[in-house]
């Protein structure tokens, strides 16, 4: 069966955007949903949005953990979304460190870019939503809109604000 076809994408952080930054999250039992995340999430979908997780996990790189181990966190983000009737289209994430000079790891737009040719969308139907300078940097390098969440002037102040905004600058 074929997905509908989206008309606007959300490319998302994970760590401290749609979950609880738990620093190098290796047990997937500690996933905690951020603030506002499920009904910004529920949001978003409504509006047509597919969700596109983009996460730098450079605890691969570190030696903390291996690939196996964040592919068993996403699988059981995506069981505890399922229980909210949300889906993730897809998941990318680099395993490099800030040394690796690679192409994928925000801010760089790898990620970003590798999305919007699998699913075939341009930068005025996309928006980064993220809470790191590193999340507008990628969006920036990819001619991509940015929400940035945090306490700084101009943030949103929690996703659910964020996917406010996301929403009505891809209206």
Do not use: W
């Amino acid at each position: 069966m074929n997905p509908p076809r989206r008309e606007k994408f959300a490319l998302l952080d994970r760590d401290g955007t749609i979950i609880l930054d738990k620093v190098y999250l290796s047990d997937p039992k500690l996933i905690e949903f951020a603030p506002g995340a499920i009904k910004g999430l529920q949001m978003l979908r409504d509006a047509g949005f597919a969700l596109i997780l983009v996460t730098n996990q450079s605890g691969v790189a570190r030696g903390y953990f291996d690939e196996n181990c964040i592919n068993r966190v996403h699988d059981r983000l995506g069981a505890l979304l399922a229980g909210h009737e949300l889906e993730l289209a897809a998941i990318y994430f680099c395993p490099h460190g800030p040394d690796d000079a690679c192409a994928c790891r925000k801010p760089e737009p790898g990620m970003a870019r590798k999305a919007m040719t699998d699913f075939g969308f341009s930068a005025e139907q996309a928006v980064v939503i993220g809470d790191s300078v590193a999340d507008v940097g990628m969006a920036e390098a990819a001619g991509l809109r940015a929400i940035r969440i945090g306490t700084d002037p101009g943030c949103a102040r929690d996703f659910l604000e964020a996917a406010q905004k996301a929403i009505t600058l891809c209206a």
